[in-house]
């Protein structure tokens, strides 16, 4: 299996954050470090846009590729990547902005292509306002795991108990277990590389469109898309507020043990 991390220089909200420093090391470098953990992983790929992402991995001795700067997403860069990758390969687009993602979750994602053309992975909600933000998705899944849809909306919605309490919001708020039913989507995805080759050519439909979310681009085309839930959260590095959570837990020493073999 191979894990690509997409690494962007540009970032609207925290410009540069790949090389934005956590405990002496460049974010990506966390990142590399904990993908390279996880025990299905036998090579990691940085696909970077930018010379300075490029000279930074290189010179640690990590293996990095320059990709295209027009892609449109992480998926169409991991992508770029797989064309030059072994025909049955499983390649893993494990987000660069992610320097703590748990090793295990990796290992979930690759075991559950066994019997789909994409995996990817769900944490619990755990607070009701997140249910109504939008930058949070929420999948609803079958019984046996396969995503049925994702969105930014509150789905599945809990029609009967808004109306008794007149509103989601009271539900969620009068009855708390309610949120054993949400799934917040998250962005690891395991790809059999021959849909990867094929999803990025696909065109955006409609519903991608609508929502801007492009597994929904995956669903509409009839791809088997198998959603596990991690083994454990992790935070994504889009704000100073989320660079300074995760250089407090790095700087604790509590990385060390996520994932460690």
């Given amino acids: 299996m191979i894990a690509v991390i997409p690494a962007r220089y540009s970032s609207v909200r925290l ?18 470090g904990q993908a390279m953990k996880a025990a299905s992983v036998d090579r990691v790929i940085v696909a ?20 295209s700067t027009s892609h449109q997403s992480g998926s169409d860069r991991v992508a770029e990547v797989a064309e030059t ?3 049955g390969a499983i390649v893993v687009n494990v987000q660069g902005d992610e320097p703590l993602i748990d090793p295990d979750t990796i290992d979930r994602a690759v075991a559950a292509t066994s019997d789909a053309d ?46 008794r309490h007149g509103g989601s919001q009271a539900a969620l708020r009068d009855e708390p277990a309610l949120l054993r039913h949400f799934k917040k989507h998250t962005g690891l995805y395991a790809f059999r590389r021959e849909y990867l080759l094929r999803f990025a050519r696909l065109p955006q439909t409609t519903l991608e469109r609508v ?3 492009e597994q929904l681009r995956a669903l509409e085309d009839g791809a088997k898309v198998k959603v596990v839930q991690a083994a454990s959260s992790s935070i994504g590095v889009d704000t100073e507020e989320d660079l300074a959570r995760v250089r407090a837990i790095v700087e604790a020493g509590l990385l060390d043990s996520v994932g460690s073999r």
């Fill in 48 to 67: 970077a846009d930018d010379q300075r992402i490029f000279d930074v991995v290189h010179a640690e001795g990590f293996e990095v590729v320059m990709t």
């Fill in 118 to 163: 994409i995996a990817t992975t769900w944490e619990p909600i755990t607070y009701v306002e997140d249910l109504e933000n939008s930058n949070i998705v929420k999948v609803v899944t079958n019984a046996a795991g396969f995503a049925l849809y994702f969105s930014r909306s509150l789905v599945p919605f809990p029609r009967e108990l808004s109306l």
């Fill in 211 to 213: 929502e801007m979310l």
């Fill in 85 to 87: 990758l072994p025909e």
């Fill in 15 to 32: 410009p540069g954050k790949m090389l934005l420093e956590i405990h002496g090391r460049p974010l990506i470098l966390h990142t590399v």
